[in-house]
């Protein structure tokens, strides 16, 4: 009785073992849980840019509309997010807002690298045909220079002049020939 005695008090005095408890760093919870949300976040962002990607693609699908008339690439198409840039009397310079068309062209034209142009270079009907092919061709070549300046590749531009004979109106005041001095784009393959 007095050996179990002993041992009884032997087991009190040196207690029970104690139970190790391991505890997760509350920084390495932090860290991985933060990781997986910035994972989570981008996969979020590529899915959304995979679905603003398509929609404009769609866009641009739908704006093309086969021009009647060839154009020197062969066919070509009318896209309505293709903006025309207008130009003041007997001027061919870029003017500021025109330049923030341009930049929403170029940004398109970026997106989109198989898309190649040709711009058009329109007057109104003052002036001679001579005068006005060669004012219309200023006007194309200063659109594509500025294009080209936004990085848009010459090899995907062309430019050609019509003048006064291709008017977007048939008026005969200032409103018809501030329509009619411009830079048109067409997709000239996609």
């Avoid at 840019?49 to 704006?63: G, M």
């Avoid at 003052?126 to 848009?152: D, I, P, W």
Wanted: hydrophobic share 35%.
């Amino acid at each position: 009785m007095i050996i179990i005695f002993f041992l009884c008090i032997g087991l009190v005095l040196m207690g029970c073992p104690k139970k190790t408890v391991m505890k997760d760093e509350p920084s390495v919870k932090k860290e991985e849980s933060a990781a997986a949300k910035a994972e989570a976040e981008r996969i979020a962002k590529e899915r959304e840019a995979k679905v603003r990607e398509e929609t404009t693609k769609k866009e641009l699908e739908k704006s093309l509309v086969t021009k009647k008339e060839p154009g020197i690439e062969g066919v070509v198409f009318e896209s309505s997010l293709l903006k025309d840039v207008y130009f003041d009397f007997d001027k061919y310079d870029i003017r500021p807002a025109d330049a923030a068309i341009l930049k929403e062209n170029a940004a398109l034209l970026k997106k989109y690298t198989s898309i190649k142009i040709q711009i058009e270079g329109h007057c109104d009907e003052r002036g001679t045909s001579e005068y006005n092919l060669a004012l219309g061709e200023r006007r194309a070549n200063s659109t594509k220079n500025y294009l080209m300046s936004l990085g848009v590749s010459p090899e995907r531009i062309s430019a050609i002049s019509y003048g006064e004979e291709k008017p977007i109106d048939p008026g005969h005041n200032e409103e018809a020939w501030g329509k009619n001095r411009r830079a048109h784009a067409i997709i000239t393959s996609k």
